[in-house]
């Protein structure tokens, strides 16, 4: 090999070198540019929002339902000896004069205002206000004849009446075979008293009509949403409305009596204990 061939390979290597340097540098900023054009990597989702609840709506609120009355006991018959000794022998406390009448059927065997099974030989009556179990003389005014009673129902729920009697107050009083008279009331004894506290109401009606009473009562539960309003049959397919004022308040249940007009039948002013 000459001097001049061996040259020449050399020359032929140290290109070769050259170009394989050249290509691995090509490859790697090759390399180089590709991962500088990988896209970012993803952003995280936002978190999810949280459902928001709205508050349910408030429960409609009723009027609490007032407690029930307790039974207030009477002797048996409705009057003791000891009741009549006692009559005879005290001043009365309180007198009103109106008319009274008697009534029966079909209250036989049910429970009066007071809880006591109603019966129509029981020297008793029904008044709209007196406290229950008050102690009352009854004396037709017209014959002189008198009866000693008790209350313990509720009534008479006629305009111009202040007392019904059972049939034996009635007879014995002498009101029985008239069925109206003028009587003087004098009462001798109350279990609580008269001119303060009680627990009342408004009775308003009697309607002849179902549907009449119980307009009327929503109109009154729109008007007084603190107070207990129910509607009930009466007898003589008849309709009644009874408000409580909250509290069984007094004052309250006189306003409502005073200023409210039924379509049909008055507004009674009525204590219930």
């Given at each position: 090999?000459?001097?001049s061939?061996?040259?020449?390979?050399?020359?032929?290597?140290?290109?070769?070198?050259?170009?394989?340097?050249?290509?691995?540098?090509?490859?790697?900023?090759?390399?180089?540019?590709?991962?500088?054009?990988l896209p970012?990597?993803?952003?995280?989702?936002?978190?999810?929002?949280?459902?928001?609840?709205?508050?349910?709506p408030p429960?409609?609120?009723?009027?609490?339902v007032?407690?029930r009355?307790?039974e207030?006991?009477?002797?048996?018959?409705?009057?003791?000896?000891?009741?009549?000794?006692f009559?005879?022998?005290?001043q009365?406390?309180?007198?009103?004069?109106?008319y009274?009448?008697?009534?029966?059927?079909?209250?036989?065997?049910?429970?009066?205002?007071?809880?006591?099974?109603?019966?129509?030989?029981?020297?008793?009556?029904a008044?709209?206000?007196?406290?229950?179990?008050?102690?009352?003389e009854?004396?037709?005014?017209a014959?002189?004849?008198s009866?000693v009673?008790?209350?313990?129902?509720?009534?008479?729920?006629?305009?111009?009446?202040?007392?019904?009697?059972t049939?034996?107050s009635?007879?014995a009083?002498?009101?029985?075979r008239?069925?109206?008279?003028?009587?003087?009331?004098?009462?001798?004894?109350?279990?609580?008293?008269?001119?303060?506290?009680?627990?009342?109401?408004v009775?308003?009606?009697a309607?002849?009509?179902?549907?009449?009473?119980i307009?009327?009562?929503?109109?009154?539960?729109?008007?007084?949403?603190?107070a207990?309003?129910?509607?009930?049959?009466?007898?003589e397919?008849?309709?009644?409305?009874?408000?409580?004022?909250?509290?069984?308040n007094?004052?309250?249940?006189?306003?409502?009596a005073r200023?409210?007009?039924?379509?049909?039948?008055?507004?009674?002013?009525?204590?219930?204990?």
């Amino acid at each position: 090999m000459t001097r001049s061939d061996f040259q020449w390979r050399c020359l032929w290597r140290l290109a070769a070198l050259a170009g394989l340097a050249a290509a691995m540098l090509g490859v790697s900023g090759c390399g180089h540019r590709n991962q500088a054009q990988l896209p970012p990597p993803q952003a995280l989702p936002p978190p999810a929002e949280q459902p928001v609840y709205a508050p349910p709506p408030p429960a409609e609120t009723e009027a609490p339902v007032p407690p029930r009355i307790p039974e207030t006991p009477v002797p048996p018959g409705g009057v003791s000896a000891a009741d009549l000794q006692f009559v005879e022998s005290h001043q009365p406390l309180y007198t009103q004069v109106g008319y009274a009448t008697w009534y029966s059927a079909p209250y036989e065997g049910r429970r009066t205002a007071d809880g006591q099974v109603f019966s129509d030989a029981a020297m008793t009556a029904a008044h709209r206000t007196l406290p229950m179990g008050s102690l009352i003389e009854v004396t037709n005014l017209a014959t002189g004849q008198s009866g000693v009673m008790r209350i313990t129902d509720r009534g008479p729920f006629v305009e111009g009446r202040i007392l019904d009697m059972t049939m034996a107050s009635a007879r014995a009083t002498g009101v029985y075979r008239s069925g109206l008279a003028r009587v003087r009331i004098d009462v001798y004894e109350t279990p609580k008293p008269l001119a303060t506290g009680g627990r009342w109401c408004v009775q308003i009606g009697a309607f002849h009509s179902e549907g009449e009473a119980i307009r009327f009562k929503r109109e009154l539960q729109r008007a007084y949403p603190t107070a207990n309003v129910i509607e009930f049959p009466g007898e003589e397919r008849s309709y009644w409305v009874r408000i409580r004022p909250e509290g069984d308040n007094r004052q309250t249940a006189v306003y409502i009596a005073r200023h409210i007009h039924p379509a049909e039948g008055n507004a009674f002013l009525t204590r219930l204990d």
